[in-house]
């Protein structure tokens, strides 16, 4: 079983940032390959960005160029760095592979408010 802990959300006003972390434990080797994802209210999860084979990253368009998303293997830890966030970008933000492999962890909450 593999177990997905996902922090570092928070409030934060319109244009600033914040770094999401994922941690993942359990019966995983390694974590070459992972995305995150998000869920703003009233809404479906949405894909968000993915980095495959520890470095190849691609993002949705309505983050490329302000979000970076980076691993770390040795602490088995996937990260997302988020700037100029916006309001639309408020949304619990959940980590998973990109085949959606492991389960869900209780996400990090994310609000973009003035």
């Known amino acids: 079983q593999v177990h997905l802990v996902e922090s570092g959300g928070g409030l934060v006003q319109p244009g600033g940032s914040l770094r999401l972390s994922c941690a993942a434990s359990?019966?995983?080797?390694?974590?070459?390959?992972m995305g995150w994802y998000r869920q703003a209210p009233g809404k479906q999860r949405e894909w968000v960005a993915s980095?495959?084979?520890?470095?190849?990253?691609n993002y949705a368009d309505s983050v490329k160029g302000r979000f970076t998303i980076s691993l770390d293997n040795a602490r088995k830890t996937l990260y997302l760095q988020m700037n100029g966030l916006k309001p639309e970008d408020t949304a619990v933000y959940y980590c998973?592979?990109?085949?959606?492999?492991?389960?869900w962890g209780q996400g990090t909450q994310v609000t973009v408010s003035s």
């Open positions: 998973n592979s990109p085949q959606l492999l492991y389960p």
């Open positions: 980095i495959v084979s520890g470095a190849v990253a």
């Open positions: 359990g019966n995983i080797v390694r974590i070459n390959n």
